[in-house]
């Protein structure tokens, strides 16, 4: 089972920031936070992922608490085509590993 | 930039016949990944596979379900006998395993209707 947990759903008004939180208290040390989002029936894409330190790229900003419990994925300026669910993922360091998806945070940008 | 690839776009088969899912992964990659998802619910992991044999499987996976890299570019899901239950978008994956951060890349998937 996914041992993050995410609110169900989430609205941004288009152009703001989406602010997207997540809960993984029993995060182990060897565990990265990882960040995919599924656009309405396409597959999943990733978007960041982080072990300790802030992050970001193209797509999004990650933000990890000193103590790793918690996260937020930060999306600078929303657009509708980030209309999707956002998948908050623990995983370990193992290259191969399954990606295990919980019901993640459905985001609805609006106009 | 390279993607992962799935044919067909949408499978309509009858209960009881023999589906095979088609995957095309990103052509450097090791590591390929079977995922499914039913309407209205999450994605499910179902089989994981490299150097040509499983390396994982779910409960999902069982005597029903096949998986083959025939050619060494296809990647495929073998559904021998269908059932209503398993109509879903089937998803695959793949990762290149070299880099320590394993960010896999997913197809646009299959819908499998069974009737």
């Known amino acids: 089972d996914a041992k993050t947990t995410q609110p169900p759903s989430m609205d941004c008004a288009e152009g703001r920031a989406a602010n997207l939180p997540c809960n993984h208290s029993?995060?182990?040390?060897?565990?990265?936070v990882y960040w995919y989002r599924q656009i309405h029936s396409q597959g999943p894409q990733y978007i960041i992922h982080?072990?300790?330190n802030n992050e970001t790229n193209e797509m999004a900003s990650l933000i990890i608490t000193e103590d790793r419990k918690s996260s937020t994925l930060i999306l600078p300026h929303a657009t509708l085509r980030d209309t999707a669910v956002y998948y908050c993922?623990?995983?370990?360091?193992?290259?191969?590993?399954?990606?295990?998806f919980g019901p993640g945070t459905s985001l609805s940008v609006i106009p | 930039e390279p993607e992962v690839t799935q044919t067909p776009s949408h499978q309509v088969t009858q209960m009881g016949q023999e589906v095979i899912l088609r995957c095309v992964p990103i052509?450097?990659?090791?590591?390929f990944y079977w995922y499914r998802q039913i309407l209205g619910q999450k994605v499910e992991f179902l089989v994981s596979?490299?150097?040509?044999?499983?390396?994982?499987k779910s409960e999902i996976f069982d005597d029903q379900f096949s998986v083959e890299r025939p050619d060494g570019s296809n990647f495929t899901l073998k559904i021998r006998s269908t059932k209503l239950e398993d109509s879903a978008m089937y998803f695959c994956?793949?990762?290149?395993?070299?880099?320590?951060?394993?960010?896999?890349?997913f197809g646009p998937g299959t819908r499998l209707t069974v009737l």
């Open positions: 993922i623990v995983r370990p360091k193992t290259s191969y590993d399954k990606v295990i």
């Open positions: 982080g072990l300790k």
């Open positions: 029993t995060i182990s040390g060897n565990e990265y």
């Open positions: 994956a793949s990762s290149d395993g070299q880099d320590f951060y394993n960010e896999q890349f």
């Open positions: 596979f490299y150097n040509n044999e499983i390396s994982e």
């Open positions: 052509s450097n990659h090791l590591y």
